[in-house]
């Protein structure tokens, strides 16, 4: 199938079931990833291919196993709209930087940009770090979900079974 953000460029955003169901899956994806001691780095909606039977999480390229997942001060390795704060700073990336990165992506997916988007990469790295997310249309309990998983520090962010724990109630 298409990639989330194809789809999102031909048939406009999601909400409601579709938006719930989407979440759902992506954040059960992402619990699998975490227990298999990956830290995907690169979450994004060009990486989620909408699938007849569902989402798939694609491409890891760029990702570690957690205990290799420090981060390049030298490099910045992601799609910086979706990256999180830690890893423009050359912190370590963990688990919680692809809970921040699928909170961008539950966010485009409802409303076709990303929380933090800008016309150039310093600005949307600006954007990142300093600035709330847009959660534009987003609404209900699956707002509130998500801007639990952009906070600023890592800390912070539910663990990705936390999160699906959460989308379930």
Not at 10 to 38: F, N
Request: glycine share 10%.
């Amino acid at each position: 199938g298409p990639s989330l953000r194809e789809a999102i460029k031909q048939r406009g955003p999601l909400s409601g079931g579709e938006l719930d169901r989407l979440a759902i899956a992506m954040a059960t994806a992402l619990v699998a990833i975490h227990r298999a001691g990956v830290v995907h780095r690169d979450f994004k909606p060009g990486n989620v291919l909408l699938g007849p039977d569902g989402p798939r999480v694609i491409d890891f390229g760029i990702a570690r196993l957690l205990d290799t997942a420090s981060s390049s001060q030298s490099q910045i390795m992601g799609t910086p709209p979706f990256m999180a704060p830690e890893q423009f700073g050359g912190e370590r990336v963990a688990p919680a930087a692809d809970v921040f990165a699928w909170g961008c992506t539950v966010a485009y997916a409802a409303n076709g940009w990303s929380p933090f988007d800008g016309d150039y990469i310093p600005e949307i790295i600006n954007r990142i770090l300093n600035d709330e997310p847009d959660l534009g249309d987003l609404k209900g309990p699956l707002r509130d979900v998500v801007a639990a998983c952009l906070h600023k520090k890592p800390r912070r962010r539910p663990a990705a079974h936390q999160l699906l724990a959460r989308l379930l109630g």
